[in-house]
Every structure is written in structure tokens, then in C-alpha cells.
């Protein structure tokens, strides 16, 4: 078997002085990169010089580029991204540390399961002198094993809609998807973009196992809430009414049935503008894409429908076909006389089934 080329996509600034923590995290894996691409974004500090010494002694061809405008984070992983040559693309951040064996279980992840489009783990959350916290990435975002299940099943993209559960430098994808990822939108975060993208033309595979140290800081751009701070989660302890006076019962009766509803109906209809940007963003990307598509781009798109392959406007269908569900179900009609065909042909389609929860859900949606 022909071994398959792998490229980490860095991107870095202002690093110091978790930086060189991050550098010997790479060069001590067990399956080291066959290139890494850096994209500094107008470092101040020595972030470059670090960069310059590592490429010195690194063991693989290391690639620095130094951008002449400030791009932010999104477009700076966009132009990494784009100049890596190898068959997998691995993202990293500049601030945390790679567990040895991160590489090979990416690749070998990959590598085993052709239908996968990208691949991500979970991560223990550190601080600044990388003292473990006591929890992890999926825990702090209450990514549980029944929802893990649900997103191996094929409702990945219905569960992404509500939250990314899939971090940057936790992903490897396939580079031949990379014409279908970029371009990034400047107001997404480059990994949430690319795993609904890699969720709707194909699957997502999961790693249980903590595959790197995420690094919780004060200058960091996106961090992670322990999980007794998340919404979602609900504790595990057990009960303690019985420790309460009867006045602090009833007061936190009141506060259930009146305050909690209130703050029940703005999160649902914030989800409801979350998963409707979502869909729209997605949708004109996609159409954008196809409307592009020319001869010596055919491939690159028969390749990531393999025999399901169809001319122009078939392929269109099939690929937004859990974007249009959503957009579906988002835009139901006040009538439930007018959602009856709307809904039945989503159940005749059997999107219900492959991306929400079911005939369940296609009754929630009639009666609501």
C-alpha cells in the first residue's frame, strides 16, 4: 500500500512562549508530517525567529510564510491550508501540546475508512503551565456518548448545527476536499466551516481518546468553559431539596415556571438564527462551488461522490440534501395544513431519518 503524504497547516501570532512547547510536541510524533506549512499573521514578538531555528533542525521540509497584512485567524488558516501538497491536511494551533501517537491515529483513521472526509478528536484542557484541569473538550461542551452515537449513525450535520464539536487542531481531512472548503468566510471559524462542509458531502469520524493538550490562556482567541459553567450539561449529583428550607423551595419553583421558560424560548430561538445562518452560508457556498466546476475540476468532485456521481444538477441535490433539510425545517409554514407535503416529502426522502431524529421529530415539526 502506497503510504500517504501528510501536511500540518500552522498558523501563528504573536506565539511566545507556548510556542516552542507546540514545535517539540511535533517533532516528537511517532509519524511525523512530510511537510508543515506556517503562515505567521505580522508577528511582533520572536515567533518567527522560533520558527526560523525550528526549520533549521526539523526533520521534514518546513515552509514559512509571512504574511504582508494582518489576514485574522480564519484567512490566515486559509492560506496555510492552500499551500500544503500533501494528500492529508492537519491543522494546528500554536499554543498547545500533541500527544505522541496524534499524527498516526489521524492518518490511520483516514487511511481505514475511505468514507471518511475528516477526522477529529477529543482534547484534555490544560492552563497556562499545562496542569490538567479535570476535564475534556467534549465534557466541557457536554459532547456525550449518546450524542457521539447519534453522530456516527449519520446525524452529524443536524448535531454540528447546534454546536462544533470538532476542534481545529484536533482535525485532519483529506486535501483532495479542499477545493469544496475553501474559500472560508471571513465571519466563520475556519474548523466549524470545514466539519459541516465534511459533513454534508461525506462523513466525520470521532476519536475518543484525548489526542492533545488544549491550552486554556488569557491571550488565546476561542477557549472552552469547565463543564459545570455549561448550560448543557446537567449535574450528576445527587439530589439536595432535602437540604433546603421550604422557602427556597417555593422561590425556586416560582423562578422554574417563570424565568427559565423565558430564557428556554431565547435560547431555542437563538439555535433557530444559529442553524438558518448556517444553512444559508452553506447553501450558497455549495451552489458557488458547482456553478465553477470546470473540466479540470470534475475529477476532484467525482471523486468525492464516487459512483453517486451525477451531471451538474443532480450532484447539487445530493450534496445540499441536509442543508435543504434544515432549510426545511427552519421555514415550515404557520399553517400545519401547508407543512403536510413539505413533511411528508422529507420523510419520503428519508431525511428525517438520516439527519434529525426521526418520525418523531417529523411530528414535532407538525404540531409545533
Same mark, same amino acid.
Given at each position: 500500500?502506497?503510504?500517504?503524504? &501528510?501536511?500540518?497547516? /500552522?498558523?501563528?501570532? *504573536?506565539?511566545m ?8 510536541? %511535533? ?15 505580522? @508577528? ?23 504574511? +504582508?497584512t *494582518? &489576514? ?15 494528500? %492529508? ?19 490511520? !483513521? ?31 461542551l ?7 452515537r ?7 450535520? @443536524? ?7 470538532a476542534?481545529?487542531?484536533? /482535525? ?56 459545570? +459553567? ?14 433546603? *428550607? ?16 423565558v430564557?428556554?424560548?431565547?435560547r ?19 451552489? +458557488? +462551488? ?12 467525482k471523486? %468525492? ?8 444538477r ?19 409554514? @404557520? ?8 413533511? !411528508? ?13 426521526? !418520525? &418523531?421529530?417529523?411530528?414535532?415539526? &407538525? %404540531?409545533?
Amino acid at each position: 500500500m502506497a503510504k500517504h503524504t &501528510l501536511s500540518v497547516a /500552522m498558523c501563528t501570532y *504573536n506565539g511566545m512562549p507556548f510556542l516552542p512547547q507546540q514545535l517539540d510536541s %511535533i517533532l516528537a510524533q511517532s509519524r511525523l508530517p512530510d511537510e508543515m506549512v506556517v503562515c505567521d499573521d505580522c @508577528s511582533q514578538d520572536d515567533t518567527l525567529s522560533t520558527l526560523e531555528e525550528f526549520a533549521k533542525s526539523a526533520p521534514f521540509p518546513v515552509h514559512i510564510h509571512r504574511n +504582508e497584512t *494582518n &489576514l485574522k485567524s480564519t484567512k490566515n488558516f486559509e492560506k496555510a491550508i492552500g499551500l500544503c501538497t500533501c494528500d %492529508i491536511i492537519a491543522l494546528s494551533d500554536q499554543d498547545d501540546v500533541w500527544l505522541p501517537h496524534k499524527l498516526e491515529t489521524l492518518v490511520k !483513521a483516514l487511511v481505514d475508512n475511505p468514507a471518511l472526509c475528516a477526522v477529529c478528536s477529543d482534547i484534555e484542557v490544560v492552563d497556562e503551565q499545562s496542569n490538567h484541569l479535570g476535564y475534556t473538550l467534549w465534557a466541557s461542551l457536554g459532547f456525550g456518548p449518546d450524542m457521539r452515537r447519534e453522530f456516527r449513525s449519520g446525524k452529524a450535520l @443536524s448535531i454540528l448545527t447546534e454546536d462544533n464539536y470538532a476542534a481545529g487542531m484536533t /482535525m485532519a481531512f483529506w486535501s483532495k476536499y479542499r477545493d469544496l472548503f475553501l474559500p472560508i468566510p471571513d465571519d466563520w471559524v475556519h474548523d466549524y466551516w470545514i466539519v459541516l462542509l465534511a459533513a454534508s458531502v461525506g462523513e466525520v469520524g470521532l476519536i475518543e481518546e484525548p489526542l492533545a493538550l488544549y491550552r486554556i490562556h488569557g491571550k488565546q482567541q476561542i477557549g472552552t468553559p469547565p463543564p459545570d +459553567e455549561n448550560p448543557k450539561i446537567v449535574s450528576q449529583s445527587p439530589a439536595t431539596d432535602h437540604t433546603q *428550607n421550604r422557602g427556597k423551595r417555593i422561590l425556586f419553583s416560582i423562578l422554574r415556571n417563570t424565568v427559565f421558560p423565558v430564557r428556554l424560548l431565547k435560547r431555542l430561538y437563538h439555535n433557530y438564527l444559529n442553524r438558518r445562518a448556517i444553512a444559508v452560508s452553506m447553501h450558497y457556498h455549495l451552489q +458557488e +462551488e458547482l456553478d465553477n466546476v470546470g473540466r479540470s475540476r470534475l475529477p476532484i468532485f467525482k471523486r %468525492i461522490l464516487g459512483s453517486r456521481y451525477q451531471p451538474r444538477r443532480e450532484y447539487f441535490l445530493y450534496v445540499v440534501s441536509p442543508v435543504e433539510h434544515i432549510q426545511a425545517r427552519l421555514n415550515m409554514p @404557520s399553517s400545519r395544513l401547508a407543512r403536510i407535503p413539505i413533511i !411528508a416529502r422529507e420523510l419520503a426522502c428519508l431525511r428525517y431519518h438520516r439527519y434529525s431524529t426521526g !418520525a &418523531l421529530c417529523a411530528i414535532r415539526d &407538525l %404540531i409545533y
